[in-house]
């Protein structure tokens, strides 16, 4: 009978990746889910509970018996994928940081196991910078140096609190996720750009994003957990700028916005490309300081950038700055921002 060699076929898929994963024994660590439960959590996956699409696969919104809303993700079928999926499962699962997307548990009932993350459910960076038609209200400037810290915060975990160092090598706002609270939830991390912790190497398989990938990466093909801050501090531009990361719409030289803003601050022209929102809330010292350290995640020389634990406790300190813009502060924002690079107004 056809259910009969279904339950065959999901017992077999079941000893498969138990086998692979026994000596871990992720099972003490996750909750272990059936297809089944998944199958009708997501209404046997329709179109309609889509909400993501990668390269790896497709990700699933799922309603589980209890009602707890999750995110389910289904791989594409590949035998490649297979240990990469299965070291996911056992590193991720042991990962606790409150900016990092929870690993809830996995099905290893079907031939690539299906894992099963929390679900966010305020959409991602990206969108709330970039889509000026939601409706939805503007990310304050306190929201985006927050949301900028708390990134930081959870890639240099993975950087260096982790059990290994794991790089993530696709930084950018669609992978920083928001929820109801608007607190940063790092996403699709994947421990296959993973190293141990007292190892100098680097990594040479990669998938990174045009606009966003390390220069020094993309030259050498060596991506190392520099090219994280360097990802990073397009990320951090744009929360200052509005800004895309490619857009067509600059001049041929602007397109790519990492070289559009290091050469604003170059030639004295940060106010002319800062979010006008940034303007009026950042406080004097606050927009110098972010300005500074983005641009110093996109030095082009990888060993002149900070370490992500420091970009953490920079952003940490401007977080703390509490000292507010005056009126006469905001007439003399130009003139302050010249002399932060050491030249003076000639009006």
Not at 314 to 327: D, G, H, P, V
Request: proline residues 2%; contains cysteine; charged residues 30%.
């Amino acid at each position: 009978m056809p259910w009969k060699r279904k339950e065959l076929l999901r017992e077999k898929f079941f000893q498969q990746n138990v086998t692979l994963i026994s000596e871990d024994k992720p099972e003490k660590l996750l909750k272990l889910f059936s297809s089944k439960e998944l199958a009708k959590a997501t209404a046997n996956y329709a179109e309609n509970m889509i909400i993501g699409r990668g390269g790896c696969g497709i990700v699933y919104k799922g309603i589980l018996p209890d009602k707890r809303v999750v995110a389910i993700k289904r791989y594409k079928i590949s035998d490649q994928q297979l240990d990469r999926i299965i070291n996911d499962i056992i590193i991720l699962g042991q990962m606790d940081h409150m900016n990092v997307v929870q690993l809830l548990g996995c099905c290893l009932e079907t031939e690539v196991p299906l894992v099963v993350y929390e679900f966010v459910s305020n959409d991602t960076l990206y969108h709330h910078i970039h889509n000026k038609s939601s409706g939805g209200g503007r990310l304050s400037w306190d929201s985006r140096l927050r949301i900028a810290h708390e990134s930081t915060d959870a890639l240099a975990y993975l950087h260096s609190d982790a059990k290994m160092t794991i790089i993530h090598g696709d930084v950018k706002s669609s992978n920083i996720l928001l929820d109801e609270n608007y607190t940063a939830k790092v996403a699709d991390i994947s421990t296959s750009r993973a190293i141990p912790m007292d190892d100098d190497r680097f990594i040479t398989q990669f998938v990174g994003t045009i606009g966003y990938l390390d220069p020094v990466c993309f030259r050498t093909g060596k991506l190392t957990d520099k090219s994280d801050v360097y990802s990073f501090g397009v990320v951090l531009v744009e929360l200052l700028t509005g800004s895309k990361p490619l857009d067509i719409k600059r001049s041929r030289e602007d397109t790519n916005l990492a070289t559009y803003f290091t050469k604003a601050k170059r030639d004295d022209r940060l106010l002319e490309i800062v979010d006008h929102q940034v303007l009026e809330e950042a406080t004097v010292e606050q927009l110098i300081e972010t300005c500074d350290v983005a641009c110093r995640c996109l030095d082009k020389q990888a060993e002149n950038r900070p370490s992500m634990k420091e970009v953490t406790m920079k952003l940490e300190s401007i977080r703390n700055t509490n000292s507010l813009m005056n009126e006469s502060e905001q007439v003399d924002l130009y003139d302050v921002l010249l002399a932060a690079n050491g030249e003076t107004s000639t009006t």
